[in-house]
């Protein structure tokens, strides 16, 4: 059981935008600016698309955006292209005691 | 260029002590600001945050791990070493080391090709 909250599933066709949630508490998400996003594509390492709710590492595409509200932070994916297809990770800081908890995953699949 | 890479064995008999190293390349340890975690990732399964070690030896632990789990470093040789005791089956997955380089360590910009242990008898 993870201890961030995201849909195990999520689509959209060529060209769409697609966002994809991200649930944790007050002691988390809700608390601290420093959520967190990674692409995983099959057999790779994750890769970091979004840290501190929005801000975008050098050479993120910036159709990959982040924000928050309360307990919930979103990705939007904007523009999706075949490349997109891949899971994707939230994380958050929780305090100094549990330091850093993910997500489940949610898979994303471009139509 | 940021480069991390993990290395221990592959497989483990239940009950013993799992030793994965670290090796850095590109930054050091020593720097001021600096950290190095380790997360893991069951086959199929979501990733779990295991632990991060600062440039200044100060060491976090996942709460429900931190029993089992000793992070170290040794700057000289560009390292970081995480060592789990009492390996179960449940305990099976990739291994990965990451630069913690952003957020003071509460997220990772750099992470390795991650290192696949398996936990049987």
């Known amino acids: 059981q993870s201890a961030l909250t995201q849909p195990p599933s999520a689509s959209g066709s060529p060209g769409q935008s697609v966002i994809i949630s991200c649930t944790g508490t007050?002691?988390?998400?809700?608390?601290?600016?420093?959520v967190s996003w990674y692409q995983q594509h099959p057999d790779k390492a994750p890769k970091l698309m979004i840290y501190e709710v929005s801000k975008r590492p050098s050479g993120v595409p910036d159709r990959f955006s982040g924000s928050k509200s309360a307990n919930t932070a979103s990705l939007t994916v904007s523009g999706l292209q075949a490349e997109d297809e891949a899971d994707y990770y939230c994380s958050s800081y929780a305090g100094s005691d549990n330091f850093v908890v993910f997500g489940g995953g949610t898979k994303l699949t471009v139509l | 260029q940021i480069t991390l890479k993990e290395s221990g064995p592959t497989l483990v008999k239940p009950t013993q002590t799992l030793t994965l190293t670290c090796t850095l390349s590109?930054?050091?340890?020593?720097?001021?600001?600096?950290?190095v975690g380790w997360i893991r990732q069951p086959p199929g399964k979501a990733l779990e945050w295991l632990a991060l070690i600062y440039w200044n030896d100060d060491q976090r632990y996942s709460p429900s791990l931190n029993s089992r789990l000793t992070i170290t470093k040794d700057t000289s040789k560009s390292q970081v070493v995480l060592t789990m005791t009492n390996m179960d089956p449940v305990d099976t997955g990739t291994y990965y080391c990451?630069?913690?380089?952003?957020?003071?360590?509460?997220?990772?910009?750099?992470w390795g090709q991650g290192t696949l242990v398996t936990v049987s008898s």
């Open positions: 007050s002691s988390d998400v809700g608390r601290y600016n420093y």
């Open positions: 990451a630069h913690g380089g952003c957020s003071g360590g509460r997220c990772y910009n750099y």
């Open positions: 590109g930054f050091s340890l020593s720097t001021n600001g600096v950290g």
